[in-house]
């Protein structure tokens, strides 16, 4: 497979010139109108609504954006991050696909427009009276679905790691006990790297749920989903917490499971002495079982080792799966290294429609977004849908986060080389509880 894929005309031609266009244009922001913006009153209300929780001391931001002597120092980084919608890190085209999320930390086009207008009138102050009651964030460094859940109720550690100031990137993968004496439920998953060395060395974790389920009866799932080996987990990189399942759907974990770890390390000039990551793990009340259950799935677009990006080229990359029973697909994460610019999902359903459900065009390597659904925006896929996955990656010395664009660069696990695949969470349905859904979001459609 080439890089540029005739096939790929069948929706991802129409999509490339809109993908890279709007991932190379940031957005204008004209003047407004008005009285001065200043900082109390109109721009500290979008900092707490859409920055704080990162941006505070002790948190994963570079710098504290609680007061307006914070804010002010960084005012013209600020703009030019909020102009280019690099921050907050919601990196999905807002102009296609599916539009509403669980987890939308986006700015308007309206708030843009304010925090660019503050800096460009001056970075005002502004009445400290008009300055809002500070916001309460959970602890950065502690469980952040706790204000959801209460604290977890299973918590698995992983060994000790002890990472040397200089070497290269290393792939931990030890097997811990999940000390499980019973059937459980899971509803929700955080991972937790150790704060603040954790966070530095680690490029991304995944965990794989270990249990022989042969002989397992009265399990809630679809029957596709049978497998001797429960799979993935749950998988972190910068930018993500955890997973939370749909009120009708969990993972299911039992006695005697393991977890396998895979922690990816990387140097930092320093040595990092037992270093370790968290599992939390959320359970839903005993004796609660979920109807269905949700299977992580890695779908690889760039094909493993056929990755092939020239020097100084944008190229794409793209891949094709059929579903082999009906689904409710939860989320869309793109993850790709250094080189990677943009990813579009898309379906052609059997009956020959043809539709784009998600599409990020400003993709941020260290940032590793989960979009995930609302409720009634998840997309149900018919059994025989065709998901066709399309990846661009930027070689070219226009990709400021390129470490070499004269070097021609194929797949490999180092931050230095690439790779393109999305993690999704498919939710697998019957064919009865399929149509009943699809007949329930009909039904609402036609009564707005």
């Not at 029957?223 to 997973?243: C, I, P, R, S, Y």
Request: hydrophobic share 40%.
């Amino acid at each position: 497979m080439t890089h540029y894929r005739v096939a790929g005309m069948l929706l991802a031609g129409a999509l490339t010139v809109a993908v890279l266009s709007a991932a190379q244009s940031p957005s204008t922001t004209p003047a407004r109108p008005g009285p001065p913006i200043t900082f109390t009153k109109d721009v500290a209300p979008i900092f707490q609504q859409k920055c704080q929780v990162c941006h505070q001391p002790n948190s994963i931001g570079p710098m504290s954006l609680i007061t307006y002597e914070d804010a002010r120092k960084f005012a013209t980084r600020i703009k030019s991050r909020v102009r280019a919608r690099v921050m907050p890190p919601w990196h999905i085209d807002k102009t296609v696909g599916i539009r509403e999320f669980k987890n939308d930390r986006s700015l308007t086009d309206e708030q843009v427009e304010t925090i660019v207008g503050w800096v460009d009138g001056g970075a005002l102050q502004g009445d400290p009276k008009d300055m809002p009651p500070p916001m309460q964030f959970p602890d950065p460094t502690g469980w952040q679905l706790a204000k959801q859940f209460g604290p977890p109720d299973l918590i698995i550690k992983s060994p000790p790691y002890t990472l040397a100031e200089r070497t290269q990137d290393k792939w931990f993968r030890p097997v811990t006990d999940t000390g499980l004496t019973e059937p459980r439920w899971v509803r929700a998953i955080e991972i937790k790297p150790s704060y603040p060395d954790g966070r530095r060395i680690i490029h991304h974790v995944l965990t794989t749920l270990q249990q022989a389920e042969e002989g397992i009866t009265g399990l809630a799932h679809s029957a596709h989903d049978v497998q001797t080996n429960a799979g993935l987990f749950m998988e972190w990189a910068v930018g993500k917490v955890g997973e939370v399942f749909a009120a009708d759907a969990g993972k299911l974990m039992l006695p005697g499971s393991r977890i396998r770890w895979e922690i990816h390390m990387f140097a930092i000039g320093e040595e990092i002495k037992d270093n370790q990551v968290e599992l939390g793990v959320y359970f839903y009340p005993k004796g609660v079982v979920p109807k269905h259950r949700t299977v992580l799935r890695m779908f690889d677009v760039s094909r493993g080792s056929e990755l092939d990006i020239p020097p100084g080229e944008v190229a794409m990359t793209q891949n094709y799966f059929v579903m082999q029973a009906p689904a409710r697909i939860e989320n869309f994460q793109p993850h790709m290294h250094m080189r990677g610019k943009a990813m579009s999902v898309e379906a052609v359903y059997p009956d020959g429609r043809k539709e784009v459900l998600s599409a990020v065009n400003n993709f941020q390597w260290n940032w590793h977004v989960n979009y995930i659904y609302a409720d009634h925006t998840a997309p149900l896929l018919p059994k025989g849908t065709v998901l066709i996955f399309t990846a661009w990656h930027d070689n070219t010395t226009a990709n400021p986060n390129n470490p070499d664009p004269k070097q021609w660069v194929g797949w490999g696990d180092r931050t230095v080389d690439e790779m393109a695949h999305a993690w999704v969470d498919v939710t697998y349905l019957d064919q009865e509880e399929f149509d009943r859904l699809l007949a329930e979001r009909k039904a609402r459609s036609a009564k707005k």
